[in-house]
């Protein structure tokens, strides 16, 4: 399967290490539609970044491509009347977004992400189920990046009470990480509505560097955010960041002082930087959705 043009480009400076996403983003946000010439129209973006787009990063993001939509992957690019508009929002969205699964909605009307510790507790998994599962009759796609712990109850909840859920991955979708979860993702992408997604293609890469960049993702792409348990520093607490850094709303749930995940939360509670969340009505009526 040949690959679009304007695709293999994309895909070839967004791997490129001197062009960064806000830099990236900018420069996409000059065009209203993919422009004719990709070369000649990212001339000024290469220049800004002192780089260019060469003749093996080209075969090699071509390559990548054909694979993926050969093997059924599905590729929204910015300039796609489906990419979410959430994520257009932010300042460092990116140019592709390749996923697998059943999500034809890109833009559902309402969609939450819950995060927390992977090594959270019994009672967090409850209530994180709960939660979810108390809110079926609201619509809400439900976001999260399917990591061990709240990220993956909160997706099995969801599916289990017929919610759509959508997994951020760091890596290639093809290629799920933690492979604990490999298991669910799939049956993330049998259900309708629901699948895993990337900005990512090819070659895994695991650094911190890509978990706080799926993060963003995560918190770009949600309407909430809620913070069930974490220690402090922790990667949920970047993604409560970005969610305030997005004006997104962001609910936390407190938790005992002495419990050994109570830092994250009680401490954006304590800050005022989020707002209690007890039950899902705080969230119903935060938003508005009644």
């Not at 900005?199 to 799926?214: W, Y």
């Not at 520093?233 to 960041?241: E, K, N, V």
Request: proline letters at 8%; one cysteine or more.
């Amino acid at each position: 399967m040949n690959a679009p043009e304007h695709l293999v480009w994309l895909l070839a400076m967004a791997r490129n290490p001197k062009i960064k996403p806000l830099s990236l983003h900018a420069w996409l946000k000059q065009f209203p539609q993919a422009p004719t010439e990709l070369p000649e129209a990212s001339e000024s973006l290469l220049a800004h970044c002192a780089c260019a787009v060469d003749a093996p990063s080209l075969q090699l993001a071509r390559q990548d491509l054909e694979s993926a939509l050969a093997s059924g992957l599905a590729c929204v690019d910015y300039w796609n009347p489906e990419y979410p508009y959430r994520l257009r929002e932010i300042p460092s969205a990116p140019p592709l977004l390749f996923t697998k699964g059943q999500a034809h909605n890109w833009n559902a009307p309402r969609m939450g992400a819950i995060v927390g510790s992977r090594a959270c507790s019994p009672q967090g998994m409850a209530f994180t189920r709960e939660l979810v599962q108390g809110l079926a009759s609201q619509g809400i796609t439900w976001v999260s990046g399917l990591a061990l712990g709240i990220d993956g109850t909160m997706h099995q909840a969801a599916l289990d009470s017929g919610q759509a859920t959508w997994g951020v991955l760091a890596g290639d979708v093809r290629e799920v990480y933690p492979p604990g979860n490999r298991n669910l993702a799939h049956e993330m992408t049998q259900r309708p509505g629901s699948a895993v997604l990337s900005e990512n293609l090819g070659q895994q890469s695991f650094d911190p560097l890509a978990f706080k960049r799926r993060n963003r993702l995560i918190a770009g792409m949600a309407d909430f955010v809620v913070l069930v348990e974490s220690k402090d520093p922790s990667g949920s607490l970047i993604t409560a960041q970005y969610a305030e850094n997005f004006d997104r709303r962001l609910f936390a749930v407190p938790q005992h002082p002495s419990h050994s995940l109570s830092a994250g939360p009680n401490g954006l509670i304590q800050q005022q930087r989020a707002l209690l969340c007890q039950q899902g009505s705080d969230i119903v009526q935060e938003m508005n959705w009644f």
